[in-house]
């Protein structure tokens, strides 16, 4: 039988044949996929005068299987993985670097790009052409195919030693992380923490071979639970400083030297590319364009958010003196007194929303809210194979009943599946000779599964969560563009979150959880003092919660944005970049760049400041729809046509304008978190 990957698909809708694959399909299926997509390169090499159509196009057609393929296989490997794919994962994606490394460093085949380049003005391009022109021309020049011979080789250098600081970077915090552990021995040295936290902790001394006690390490699940609830300051005291000291001791597993190493290569990088620095090269695809720009947003936000987070800070600072007779309030008592106060002035806790929130609700709920929006429908398909008995397939249809994507949901969690959740597709979207290939995308998450007594009851934090990832589902789903590097999720950086991030705001409108949140044995819809009260909790510290995502994103763009060569400290250099967002005394020996692995591991570098700036967008949008209507058709058509259908087809100001009639304002968001009155 052949490869059922290679084979044409002829389940529903052409959906992926999870009923037939095995494991020892996919390096085969990406091998035969890979030689598939290099002959249809040759092809565009072998015409001969280049033109938009023979290689622009074709380039972007190009690779149809692959793309396929190595969709099915990765989202398998982040949604139901196992030892066999791991492996495999390991073997297939260098293939995968390599294959898009010879296309972007194929000297004929950028001739040609450079070529239709150079005559974009005379050739009557639509504004999606323009766009894919300039995207694809951009992807060769700003991975060297502009450069000089000797420069492309030294650009190769740099990525290399660039890859293997970043490596090492991450190698020494995780070997931080895993060498530390604080044992306890006594029960009454963690009272306060809720029992679940402090069974963890007694799984934890037992995993380590101290059956009986109790341990905490520096993991994100041990930390923070003991930072919020542990009422023994001490221990709090003792974990902050092993939490906020990792990678700086000077001893081998220091990472100050590979920061500077990683900033002087990055910066080498982008002047040999011809950027100014290493921000600017990043900014350039981004919304925001410049570190100019990033920085005066940065700071009329910090200019809005200070006063408020100063109030916080003694609000929380009078609150432990009143409680416990606390002097002076450390940056280890934060969170533990914030905890008891948001408790004291909110009386809200998750058990107490759960019962409106069962799952099966929310989901329809969902599926309603887009409905009222956009005019779509759901349907499940049980003939569309899925990958898991868990995961329900959707036959998604527009207002006028026509086919408009596949959506699988897979909302449990299992071995074999990661944390967190995630919007991904199995297909994009594109037309060709006046035929279209709609997207198959999916949510995948780890919510609460339910058992034979009780059904799956969500927190309200799950629910935002499960409205975050259908707004990204919606950006696929209503894709309506030719390219399919143009169209659905493929946007910049800072704009991505904006469909999903707007799509949270419904969860706090009364019309919306109307539709859903319905007590799940009493049928009692919300009570509207109970809405209010969510509300008016997510506000609790929104000035300290700006204040610090500022300070991260100032400090990325300060190592970004100007040649780093005059950094001799990174200790002292942090110190004066944090010094006008610092809420709390400065501790002692304490840093965060050597643990930033955002920007310094990851690819968040100058992109931190991308959390406030779609907030910014996403609020500003919102508020739109609170002027004419939450389910305002006139707004949602708009929002649908000019946001959620056009993709990457035009640069996203472009975009925003014609939705907003004017260029984003940050007052919706400061009205929204509180920062300034309504
Ligand atoms: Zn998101």
Not at 68 to 80: C, D
Not at 224 to 251: H, Q, V, W
Not at 335 to 362: G, H, I, M, T
Not at 440 to 461: E, G, Q, R, W
């Amino acid at each position: 039988m052949k490869n059922p990957l290679l084979a044409e698909f002829t389940s529903p809708f052409e959906s992926a044949p999870f009923h037939l694959l095995k494991n020892d399909h996919f390096l085969p299926a990406i091998e035969e996929a890979i030689k598939l997509a290099k002959a249809d390169v040759e092809k565009i090499k072998s015409e001969s005068v280049p033109t938009f159509q023979n290689t622009l196009e074709a380039l972007d057609r190009s690779g149809k299987k692959l793309n396929v393929i190595s969709a099915v296989f990765f989202n398998l490997n982040s949604a139901e993985t196992n030892d066999e794919i791991q492996k495999l994962a390991r073997e297939i994606s260098p293939l995968l670097t390599e294959y898009s490394n010879d296309i972007l460093l194929d000297q004929d085949l950028f001739q040609r790009v450079a070529t239709v380049f150079n005559e974009k003005e005379t050739l009557k391009l639509t504004e999606e052409q323009k766009t894919l022109l300039e995207k694809t021309y951009k992807s060769f020049v700003r991975n060297g195919a502009n450069l000089s011979p000797e420069d492309a080789e030294k650009l190769r250098t740099i990525d290399q030693e660039l890859a293997q600081l970043s490596l090492k970077f991450g190698e020494n915090i995780l070997a931080e992380t895993n060498k530390y552990v604080h044992l306890i021995e006594n029960e009454a040295e963690i009272d306060g923490l809720p029992e679940g936290i402090k069974e963890a902790a007694a799984q934890i001394a037992e995993e380590k071979g101290h059956p009986g006690k109790w341990a905490f390490t520096l993991d994100y699940p041990s930390y923070i639970p003991a930072m919020t609830y542990a009422k023994n300051r001490e221990l709090r005291k003792r974990l902050f400083l092993a939490y906020n000291t990792k990678s700086s001791k000077g001893d081998e597993l220091d990472n100050q030297e590979i920061i500077k190493n990683l900033l002087k290569l990055r910066h080498a990088r982008a002047n040999l590319l011809g950027y100014a620095s290493h921000a600017d090269f990043v900014l350039e695809e981004r919304m925001a364009k410049s570190p100019h720009a990033v920085l005066e947003f940065l700071e009329s936000l910090l200019l809005k958010a200070k006063p408020k987070a100063e109030k916080e800070v003694l609000e929380v600072a009078e609150f432990a003196k009143k409680l416990d007779g606390l002097e002076n309030l450390e940056r280890w008592d934060f969170a533990f007194y914030s905890e008891l106060l948001k408790k004291e002035k909110y009386a809200l806790d998750d058990e107490l929303l759960r019962p409106y929130f069962k799952l099966e609700n929310v989901i329809e709920g969902v599926f309603q809210t887009a409905g009222k929006l956009f005019g779509i429908t759901f349907q499940p398909n049980s003939d569309i194979p899925v990958y898991h008995p868990d995961v329900t397939a959707y036959e998604v249809k527009d207002r006028n009943g026509m086919h408009l994507a596949v959506f699988y949901a897979d909302f449990f969690p299992r071995s074999g599946k990661r944390n967190g959740a995630w919007m991904t597709s199995f297909k994009g979207q594109r037309t060709e000779n006046g035929l279209e290939q709609r997207p198959h995308v999916s949510i995948v998450c780890n919510f609460t599964k339910p058992t034979k007594s009780k059904p799956s009851l969500l927190t309200f934090n799950e629910v935002t969560t499960l409205f975050h990832e259908f707004g990204h589902a919606l950006h696929g789903m209503l894709a309506r563009g030719t390219y399919e590097s143009l169209t659905g999720t493929s946007v910049y950086w800072d704009f991505v979150e904006l469909p999903s991030q707007i799509f949270e705001n419904w969860c706090y409108e009364k019309e919306c959880l109307d539709l859903f949140a319905k007590h799940y044995e009493t049928g009692e819809k919300i009570p509207e003092e109970l809405i209010e009260k969510i509300k008016n909790a997510s506000n609790f510290q929104q000035g300290y919660m700006t204040m610090r995502q500022i300070s991260f994103a100032l400090l990325d763009m300060a190592y970004h944005s100007q040649d780093p060569s005059p950094i001799a400290d990174v200790r002292k250099f942090e110190e004066a970049v944090m010094q006008k967002t610092d809420l709390l005394p400065r501790v002692e020996g304490t840093m965060a760049s050597t643990s930033f692995s955002h920007i310094f591991q990851g690819g968040y570098s100058s992109g931190y400041y991308s959390y406030k700036w779609a907030e910014v967008l996403d609020a500003d949008a919102f508020e739109l729809f609170l002027e004419k209507g939450v389910f305002d058709q006139e707004t949602a058509s708009s929002f649908e046509k000019n946001i959620l259908s056009a993709g990457g087809t035009a640069h996203p100001s472009i975009l925003y304008r014609r939705f907003r009639g004017r260029e984003p304002k940050p007052e919706a968001l400061l009205k929204r978190s509180g920062l300034i009155s309504a």
